[in-house]
């Protein structure tokens, strides 16, 4: 793939007829298992610095991603899509929950056990500008797993190595001696995904991987993923804000809100038939390439609330245009309305 021009592989849809992304494999096993994982920050005060409250940022999530599939996570900043992310791969370790890997489970492995799993789970940082350390060329970023794994057998093995992932992301042979800074933004990112496949890996969390680039950078990583995964078969949990991205790239959504999700259901269904208000406002905002098209904006009143004081009842109802008195007292349960399609509303009981 060129790393100088590129563009999303697919033709525009049309407004009402969203793009159908890749199928995932029926009847797969899944390859992680998501079940009530929660994260709480303790807040510190007074003399003996005793926890007087928590940042509640992942609250009770539960999802399954199956081999080969693409699952898309969504929300406002904060809502704690990252920090679920880093959960799974125990960057940091989560509060109570289960995070099962082909069927291992994560949460309680020790560190060496830790360490093998780590080659088949993998993740794509989002600053492309601060997830490179400046003082190492590219050759020491990609190649160091490869040394802390014993993946290469002789020097020359090594640096073949390091060669053919440049190659596979775009980026040639000689670029391997340079530093970071000497590379432009999408470049960067390249060298972070290529330092991701070095291990071969199974899953790769792509944290925010295009929030950071120019919108026609962002249209040749996303070629470069889709082209990776129909390649080597890998599974990708995408988190984003822009839904329009994580629409093409998807095949099943899963949107959050306050550290819980609210919905999930295959990408057609939730961008065409939406059953949670905060999904619907979501979708609202998203731009239609059609000036003539018109669509009605949900505008949403307030603020996000604040993640340690939390609301009672459904945390959405103080900006959901249709609460009542049931969503301000009871907390609504994540629950079937369609086939594969999930929502915590009580508007759909």
Do not use: W
């Amino acid at each position: 793939m060129n790393s100088d021009t590129a563009s999303l592989s697919h033709a525009a849809p049309e407004p009402d007829v969203p793009a159908a992304p890749n199928q995932a494999p029926d009847q797969s096993p899944d390859l992680l298992q998501v079940k009530g994982l929660t994260k709480y920050f303790p807040l510190k005060g007074g003399l003996l610095s005793r926890e007087v409250d928590r940042v509640h940022a992942v609250d009770g999530v539960s999802f399954s991603i199956a081999a080969g599939e693409t699952l898309g996570m969504v929300g406002e900043s904060g809502c704690g899509k990252s920090t679920t992310g880093r959960c799974i791969l125990r960057l940091i370790e989560p509060s109570s929950g289960e995070v099962r890997f082909n069927g291992q489970d994560v949460t309680a492995m020790n560190p060496q056990a830790l360490r093998e799993v780590r080659r088949d789970m993998q993740i794509i940082f989002q600053d492309p500008f601060a997830s490179l350390n400046p003082r190492m060329t590219v050759e020491a970023i990609i190649g160091e797993a490869l040394t802390i794994h014993k993946l290469t057998k002789s020097p020359a093995d090594y640096q073949a190595r390091v060669v053919d992932l440049l190659e596979t992301v775009g980026l040639n042979a000689d670029h391997m001696r340079r530093f970071p800074h000497e590379f432009s933004g999408g470049q960067r990112q390249r060298i972070g995904i290529a330092r991701a496949l070095a291990v071969s890996p199974k899953l790769i969390v792509c944290d925010e991987p295009v929030s950071a680039l120019d919108v026609s950078i962002q249209a040749q990583v996303i070629n470069l993923l889709e082209d990776l995964q129909a390649k080597m078969g890998l599974t990708y949990l995408f988190i984003a804000h822009d839904l329009s991205v994580v629409e093409h790239i998807s095949n099943r959504v899963a949107v959050m809100y306050l550290g819980r999700v609210v919905e999930i259901a295959p990408s057609r269904d939730l961008y065409t038939r939406p059953k949670h208000p905060y999904t619907e406002a979501l979708l609202s905002a998203v731009p239609i390439p059609d000036p003539k098209a018109k669509k009605q904006r949900i505008v949403l009143t307030g603020d996000v609330p604040n993640p340690v004081n939390r609301p009672s009842g459904c945390h959405f109802h103080p900006r959901c245009p249709k609460a009542t008195e049931r969503c301000k007292v009871e907390q609504p349960v994540l629950k079937a309305v369609g086939t594969q399609h999930q929502a915590a509303c009580h508007l759909n009981d």
